[in-house]
């Protein structure tokens, strides 16, 4: 076995950093890229003369060193220029909207700022427990498909 490892060790590394970078490409998470930047150390180690072990360990000690020094800020710098804009029932929080039917515990329905008409219920913790028509609400949370609304001067957060 010693022996197949010193003659065909490069194959191994070779097949490593291949199944690493494909790993990669579908993570983009850059933690394949630094094993298979470890694979290269283990197999220039190799073609230095290195016996398999050792290749191992300068493979595993270079990954491990970029994964915990080079891939934070890589991650960091990665993330920079994101996109922070709330989406979905997030984008709703908030929302202002007029009540279209009155709207109850158990009904109703508004029409929010972005054009959206949702059934509605009021909010658990509002004091008024009946919204009538052409009153204003925000969008406390979210349901399912219900938004639960409260009035503006009384909701709460």
Known sequence: MAEFLASYAWVIWLALILIF???????????FVMLAVGSVGGLVSHFAGAPFLL???????LALLLIFT?????????????????TGIAAMLGLEG?????VTDTTGSVKLSNGDTWTARVFPTAIDQQLLPGQLVFVKAIDGATALVAPEEKALL
């Open 21 to 31: 970078l494909v790993i990669e490409t579908l993570t983009l998470d850059l933690l």
């Open 55 to 61: 290749q191992a360990v300068i493979a595993a000690v």
């Open 70 to 86: 080079l891939r934070p800020p890589l991650l960091r710098r990665l993330h920079r220029g994101s996109d922070e804009t709330p």
């Open 98 to 102: 007029q009540v279209l039917q009155a």
